[in-house]
């Protein structure tokens, strides 16, 4: 028997709220089914189960809100059941939940397993010291919300006692930010909007008091890769075809394996590169607000394949019907203010990633190369980097080889 | 009253020879030359030549002949020049000093004092630099200490001696100069406990003999930053004085062990050992060593103090323990 847990979708996520289950008890799944439908604050979300099996029992039932890391639903392989003790009968009435002994059949494999969330990587046993862990459990503090700041980024005592103190105090403080929204009748999607608010001005806030940004921008002329699109897109039929977006992704990932320090995440006072390009999409909500789903190894994509996962996204971003994958943490983000008709965005560092890459409008510019002076489409990119994980140096060979893929587009 | 490392020494000496007639000390040059380090420089005169035994350059018969001593009733103090001469006593001491009495089934005490000089940082090289206290320790049966202070200078002897077992003293070379104020009527201490030399709540540094002064200057310097280190002086080595670790971890939840001897099966590997068998619940970081680099002691001043602990890296491995602090 195997535990299906509240995945943590997104580094900032503590809790969800069950609100649509989409098996039943006895309904067999196999690996990447939707069982679930979470609300994250953020979004609703649809969450895979990674392990094939039968739910054996729904222990949280819809409507509940528990923390990451609760266990949802116990699965039994489908093998035991097949080999339970009932093999003629047809249709028999579903066991009452046991507790089997003997051998564990492997564990449930989630995006996040134990109930390891927010600021320490997800996946990685959280490090703390044993007096910190000692005085977590005597204040019932979830270790797995705490920043560390000791040796190798290890929870100590002191951070233990801030996060019990902090989280002593917000109720008091909050109300006064969200208590004018919600003493109007409120609707469900503008509860969500406000969540979503709150959730943006937590991250906004913290990246802008924690992480010295440093701001590099460059002008590229995108001549070269327009004319390729246009080319490439005479080729495709006109549900396939191209837009400039997913090559400026591409170019961002190329751009990132010159400048690996980029790409990753600052925690507990170290740089811990990522495993692969992931890229956070900026994408705003148009109720306002916004969200960040991930594209996932962009650097091992190609342009055409990115153009189709990019407009899923969108689509269902928009919708609200993102699903765990798409919220898995993304190593590096990129804001395009293009299409409002912005030159230039500075985009601001989402934690605990180092970097974001932003792009502004394709206009027409004066262009002066090799002693002439021309008319170009050009575009400004930005790099916001954090300078604790990395220096200009590295923000400028990001950008450098983002303007040769752009300008050399077929070896993209 | 001020005075000197080297003179609280000599002041134990000659209050142990006036005490009990049953003392003596041998050793090499103790006599006409006045020691290597000049510590019984007068004794010969003042005590003659009986009880101020100059012998000869073979430390297996003399502490061979100091553990006889002792088992026919004297209070030997034999002085083996440095410890890096001790290896060749090294089957006197480990075979018979530490195992005599139980060999004998409790019959024969062995009341022998054994004074050497130990460490570097004086540029003579790799064989006469060495830091063994640490291997000594290992033993049981034997008593192990190190003063790092004038009183202890002063007054570990006189106990040592009373101790029917046998104790080693081991005297840094880097400490003989050391000057300071002595009380006049300074006499013998304890050779059980460890003491706080400096309180603080932030970290403990645990030492011991010429390694104190750097940590003393270490937490000098880590006050200016706003941490407190409390600095335990271990003062006994064999056995370790467990309970005043513990309670100093416990006041501070970080441990920095400073150690001259090698990092390898050291001190202090055993004494992060214990805290973490021990005070593992109290421990807000891993425990931190700063010991002497592993490579032979080199020559040159500048090499020579790169390999040892220094003042800086004690300040580093504290806050280092401090995290981000």
Sequence with gaps: MSEFRMPSLGADMDYGTVIEWRVAEGDRVRRGDVVLLVDTEKAEIEVEIWEDGVVEHIQVPAGQKVPVGTVLATLRPEAAQAGAAMPAAPAPPAPPPRIEKGPEPARAVLPAPAPVSAPQEPGRRVHATPLARRIAAELGVELASVVGTGIEGAIQAEDVRRAASARGAPPRETPAVSAAPEERPSTPQAERRAAVRRRIAEAMERSKREIPHYYLQTEVDVGRALAWLEAENLKRPVTERLLLAPLLLKAVARGVTAAPELNGHWVGGAFRPGAGVHVGVVISLRGGGLLIPTLRDVDRKGVGELMGELRDLTQRARQGRLRGADVSEATISVTNLGDTGVETVFGIIYPPQVAIVGFGRVTERPWAEDGLLGVRPALTVTLSADHRASDGQAGARLLAELTRVLRDPERA | ?325
């Design chain 2, 1 to 325: 009253m001020k005075t000197t490392y080297r003179e609280a020494l000599r002041a134990a000496l000659r209050d142990a020879l006036a005490r009990d007639p049953r003392v003596f000390l041998m050793g090499e040059d103790v006599g006409r030359y006045g020691g290597c380090y000049a510590v019984s420089r007068g004794l010969l005169d003042e005590f003659g030549p009986e009880r101020i035994r100059d012998t000869p350059l073979s430390e297996s018969a003399f502490v061979g002949a100091g553990i006889g001593a002792a088992l026919g009733g004297m209070r030997p103090i034999v002085e083996i020049m440095t410890v890096n001469f001790s290896l060749l006593a090294l089957d006197q001491l480990v075979n018979n000093a530490a195992t005599l009495l139980h060999m004998s089934g409790g019959q024969l005490a062995v009341p022998l004092v054994v004074r050497m000089t130990t460490g570097a940082g004086r540029q003579l090289a790799a064989q006469h630099s060495h830091s063994l206290e640490g291997w000594f320790a290992h033993v049981p049966g034997l008593r192990i200490v190190a003063p790092a202070t004038l009183e202890d200078a002063r007054g570990m002897l006189w106990t040592a001696l009373e101790d029917p077992d046998p104790v080693l003293i081991f005297e840094h070379n880097g400490l003989y100069a050391m000057e300071g104020e002595l009380d006049e009527d300074a006499g013998p201490v304890d050779i059980d406990r460890a003491q706080v030399r400096r309180a603080g709540g932030d970290v403990s540094l645990v030492t011991y003999g010429g390694t104190l002064p750097k940590t003393l200057a270490a937490a000098e310097q880590l006050a200016g930053q706003g941490v407190e280190a409390e600095v335990l002086d271990l003062r006994t080595l064999r056995p370790l004085d467990e309970a005043a670790i513990f309670a100093s971890v416990a006041r501070t939840h970080r441990a920095v062990v400073v150690d001259e001897g090698w990092r390898s099966g050291s001190l202090s590997a055993e004494i992060a050992a214990r805290i973490q068998e021990r005070a593992f619940f109290e421990l807000d970081a891993p425990v931190q060593r700063v010991c002497t680099e592993e490579v032979p002691i080199p020559y040159p001043r500048h090499l020579e103090e790169a390999a040892l602990p220094q003042v800086a890296d004690v300040v580093e491995a504290a806050r280092r323990a401090l995290g981000a602090r």
